[in-house]
């Protein structure tokens, strides 16, 4: 008689499907009982079926966001430049999300998550396996503690108050390509909740031998609170000896960053309201955003998106100002899938067309055409 396997469910729907097992078979191989032993082995396994209903349950999803795009100023002639491109809100990917009851309301779960170009299949994330997330976690009534590459804690708040949620589109979401750190690898984080309000806090070390421990850490607390229609949120967060700058290469430098911000929900709309203040210190350099938008319910399938930003630089003595603007209509063709079409404007003045015209900067731009106009189609879907 051979070990028993038993898959308790296997059901596949909008979100995921979930499979359920039990791995008796690998336990026999490891520890290959003596042949008197069979007996007991093969009559521990009879209970298999209550051992398997306590097994993890295992979902994998993703989603797929594509769309056509043309964009002006893209080449120092002033040239344009049409492509097939990522998203405008949501970058492609695909997960593994799990969790286990260990009894007393605790709960062992993980995320690994990838992220990948639709147009030519290739890895994101610096061509990591699972770049997007790659956490272990333990929750219970204490809260969730996660380790591992997670997104930091300005990331995760801005982004409720940022009507985009920081948008995959850079030039929409850049506070999270610089600002909020977006994502840090070996970090600690903590989730819970009091009655209506979060606390939140996160801890990266530096792992850098030879160097003190605080060398390259980062550490943010966060909090917010809902009550009605009214969610308001705050986080403050501190990177040790940062070297890159919107993607251009700076001294080591300490880099602090903190946000407030909130939503109000109407019947049929949602206004958003924040502001971000970053700052290097090695060259005293400072950047002052203020953003709002809406997020609308036009009609059961539409849905209107519009954000702007204005940001304020300083960097030795200098300044400089930016506005970025964009609007996003959508068309939901059913639960998981939707259509939408984009637009967006982006302003340079003064420094900041300094800045975005240094080598390495995420979306370049040139002294001779400080602005930059966006429009794109895409579709959607989740599985």
């Known amino acids: 008689m051979s070990p028993r396997v038993f898959f308790c469910q296997r059901r596949l729907d909008a979100e995921s499907f979930r499979v359920r097992a039990l791995s008796s078979l690998a336990m026999i191989r490891l520890f290959r009982p003596a042949p008197g032993a069979w007996a007991l082995s093969l009559a521990a396994l009879s209970a298999a079926p ?3 209903h306590a097994q993890s ?8 966001d594509t769309a056509v795009r043309y964009s002006t100023h893209e080449g120092a002639d002033g040239s344009g430049k049409a492509q097939l491109s990522d998203g405008v809100l949501t970058g492609s990917r695909l997960g593994f999300r799990g969790a286990e009851e260990l009894g007393g309301g605790y709960k062992a779960e993980f995320v690994l998550e990838t992220g990948y170009s639709p147009d030519t299949g290739i890895n994101q994330q610096g061509g990591r396996l699972f770049g997007r997330q790659s956490t272990l976690g333990l929750s219970g009534g204490f809260g ?4 591992g590459r997670q997104f930091t804690l300005p990331q995760d708040v801005i982004g409720s108050y940022e009507a985009t949620y920081l948008g995959n589109l850079v030039l929409l979401g850049y506070q999270g390509t610089t600002y909020t750190g977006l994502r840090q690898e070996n970090m600690v984080k903590y989730v819970g909740a009091v009655g209506n309000t979060t606390l939140m806090a996160s801890y990266t070390p530096g792992e850098r031998p030879g160097q003190a421990v605080s060398t390259g850490a980062t550490y943010a607390g966060a909090v917010s609170h809902t009550t009605g229609r009214v969610m308001l949120a705050g986080v403050y967060q501190v990177q040790k000896d940062v070297e890159s700058y919107f993607g251009s290469v700076v001294p080591a430098t ?3 960053t903190w946000s407030v911000g909130g939503t109000y929900a109407l019947d049929r709309a949602k206004l958003y309201l924040g502001y971000t203040w970053n700052h290097l210190a090695q060259s005293d350099t400072l950047n002052q955003a203020v953003y709002t938008g809406f997020n609308a319910t036009l009609a059961p399938a539409w849905s209107l998106i519009g954000a702007i930003t204005y940001d304020r630089l300083s960097r030795g003595g200098a300044s400089g100002q930016r506005v970025s603007t964009g609007a996003i209509l959508g068309y939901a063709l059913s639960k998981r899938s939707d259509v939408y079409v984009a637009a967006d404007y982006t302003w340079l003045q003064g420094e900041w067309i300094g800045v975005a015209s240094t080598p390495g900067f995420f979306t370049p731009f040139y ?3 400080p602005t930059r106009i966006g429009a794109m189609a ?3 879907t989740r599985f």
């Open 254 to 256: 300490r880099q602090t």
């Open 50 to 52: 209550c051992l398997v």
């Open 57 to 64: 349950n295992v979902t994998v999803y993703g989603l797929i």
């Open 367 to 369: 002294a001779s055409n």
């Open 144 to 147: 969730r503690v996660t380790v």
């Open 378 to 380: 895409g579709v959607r």
